[in-house]
């Protein structure tokens, strides 16, 4: 199941070593508020140091990015007055900063979230990056933030050996991300730029169910033909090639981390049979999913 399909709660242990890195990941996640929900139903799945309720609001001892991706809010904090949040909208919180937030009970939300902290992070706030001042990014909708939030969940729930020096990696870059997107916000072309990163999003929600591109254009309000040309233009492939190109990717890091059979797979990503599936993977890579998992698992590799 393609990440943020469903809900992704995970608390961390760091170590002597992450410490020593510089910088390391104490929480990482993913969770979906459906509208009209009067309380977030996944507060008991949070260990008591992060529940909050709006009115007390909190105070944690690390840096958090939280990134929404549908629906609506607000977020308040010591040194900023309250303010309406909206999809696209990042927040960074700050160590020892109070600070408060809520989805709207009418929208709800979606919302990813990596929480973080070490020297390496207090450095870059110490030297002027980001300030408590300015603590919300309107970055619009972007898929590259959302596959980051999605690579560092699923090395989080993997757990293998130094995952956290590679999702602290990737930390890294979305602060330096964030910092360069916040500085070159391009408005000309955002509403078309905004529904093309909102369908590149939903197909990444659905790898394993997709989308007729015709279905997510209605979604959008627009028409397929005019979807299609945007998409094409603004990634340089038409949306059913992106599709099957999130279906590849899955398909190789299934044959690459998992020890699911051939057969599971093809069914997760809704192929009709095992044949269907062994032409579709040979005809992009030139290899059947039996050779690929059989060189990508050999020793030295």
Aim: hydrophobic letters at 35%; charged letters at 20%.
């Amino acid at each position: 199941m393609a990440i943020s399909e469903e809900n992704h709660i995970n608390y961390l242990t760091v170590n002597e070593m992450d410490h020593k890195w510089g910088l390391y990941v104490s929480t990482c996640g993913f969770q979906s508020i459906k509208p009209h929900s009067s309380i977030n139903p996944y507060l008991n799945k949070h260990l008591s140091a992060y529940a909050f309720n709006t009115k007390q609001g909190r105070v944690l001892d690390e840096f958090q990015l939280l990134f929404v991706v549908k629906g609506s809010g607000f977020f308040q904090s010591a040194s900023l007055a309250k303010t309406n949040i909206e999809a696209g909208n990042m927040i960074l919180l700050f160590p020892q900063e109070w600070h408060s937030y809520c989805f709207n009970k009418e929208t709800g939300w979606d919302e990813f979230w990596v929480g973080f902290n070490g020297e390496h992070a207090r450095s870059i706030v110490q030297q002027g990056f980001f300030k408590k001042e300015e603590p919300v990014f309107k970055l619009g909708i972007n898929d590259e933030f959302v596959s980051l939030y999605q690579q560092i969940i699923r090395y989080a729930e993997q757990e293998n050996q130094a995952y956290q020096q590679i999702i602290s990696g990737i930390v890294r870059y979305m602060l330096g991300l964030l910092y360069f997107k916040s500085r070159n916000i391009v408005l000309s072309n955002k509403s078309v730029v905004d529904k093309i990163n909102q369908a590149r999003i939903m197909m990444r929600e659905r790898v394993s169910s997709p989308q007729a591109p015709e279905e997510i254009a209605t979604q959008l309000g627009v028409s397929y033909s005019w979807f299609r040309k945007a998409f094409k233009k603004y990634t340089g492939i038409s949306p059913a090639q992106f599709q099957m190109n999130l279906r590849l990717q899955y398909a190789k890091d299934m044959l690459m981390n998992s020890e699911k059979f051939i057969t599971e797979i093809a069914y997760e990503l809704n192929f009709e049979s095992t044949g269907q599936f062994s032409t579709f993977f040979r005809h992009r890579t030139g290899s059947t999913p039996k050779e690929y998992r059989s060189v990508s698992s050999a020793p030295g590799l």
